[in-house]
């Protein structure tokens, strides 16, 4: 009796908790609608507002890489030209996507904010040499004359050079460069754009933004070129030096270069019309 009245309380549970059905329905996909107008005064700058009914989350692609993700934004373009934005909208039936073809008649006007970029005699006080650690005959040589900044070394080395910036949140900075070399072997040319301080002794690392890379596939061959055109590796591929912050501060233009692995920088790199431009 004592088993049996324990197999009755079992099944009079069960019972009590038959599941509701498994099966609903989540409804129909979002049909995505958006408007874009450009800013007045601004024409670079668009406006953009979802109408999607029912959507609950958004998502904007633009200008190569750059994303959105609030239901109404504002999308910045920096270079005149014809765009493509593209609306990702989220509903409870799941995505669709929409898209509007723009054009952006004028580049967005700026003003250069980098002290010494034009290389010429007393250009040198606005650049600080960094350290980046091991004996001075691994350091990357790194001078001023005849209106450029070389870069040497006869093999194995590392070295850098940065400026302090100040920037502004939500404004668009561009970055432009002229570098010239004959080939390097097992060698960088990096540029960083990043609020963490270079530590005299340490190498510099983090995201970095452009570089000629021979591992990537550039700079193995003679160049002469816009490195922000040039570049092959880094985060600001294809950005044509154009970049925003999401915080105003105190950031720090580094460049970097040097060889590993028996290679050299060739007979040298050199850079020159070095700008780092904000928008007005």
């Known amino acids: 009796m004592k088993y049996l009245n324990i197999f009755i309380i079992a099944l009079a549970t069960l019972a009590s908790c ?5 099966t609903q329905d989540l409804g129909a996909l979002p049909v995505p609608s958006f408007t874009a ?3 007045e005064g601004k024409p670079y700058r668009i406006a953009v507002q979802s109408t999607t009914p029912g959507a609950f989350m958004w998502r904007w692609n633009y200008k190569n890489t750059r994303t959105a993700k609030r239901e109404t934004d504002t999308l910045s373009f920096p270079w005149k030209g014809e765009y ?16 509007q073809n723009i054009t ?5 006007p700026v003003k250069d904010i980098l002290k010494g970029g034009d290389m010429e005699a007393g250009s040198e006080q606005y650049w600080t040499k960094l350290n980046v650690g091991g004996a001075p005959s691994s350091h990357t040589s ?19 050079i940065y400026q302090a910036v100040k920037v502004t949140a939500g404004k668009e900075y561009i970055f432009s460069a002229t570098v010239k070399g004959n ?51 880094g985060s ?25 692995d028996g290679g050299n920088l060739g007979t040298g790199i050199t850079l020159d019309d070095v700008k780092f431009m904000e928008e007005l």
């Open 18 to 22: 038959t599941p509701e059905s498994s």
């Open 37 to 39: 107008t450009p800013l």
């Open 84 to 99: 493509t934005i593209q609306l990702t909208a989220f509903g409870h039936g799941g995505y669709a996507i929409a898209t």
């Open 104 to 108: 952006i008649p004028v580049d967005v």
């Open 142 to 160: 790194i001078e001023i004359n005849n209106g450029v900044m070389n870069f040497n070394n006869t093999g194995n080395s590392n070295g850098a």
């Open 183 to 233: 080939g390097a072997t097992n060698s960088w040319f990096e540029v960083y754009f990043s609020t963490t301080a270079p530590k005299q002794g340490s190498d510099y690392s983090g995201t970095k933004y452009i570089g000629l890379s021979t591992w990537d596939g550039c700079g193995a061959v003679p160049f002469d070129g816009k490195l922000e055109e040039i570049g092959c590796s």
């Open 236 to 260: 600001g591929k294809g950005e044509r030096g154009s970049m925003m912050f999401n915080t105003s501060d105190s950031i720090y233009f580094v460049i970097k270069a040097g060889s590993s």
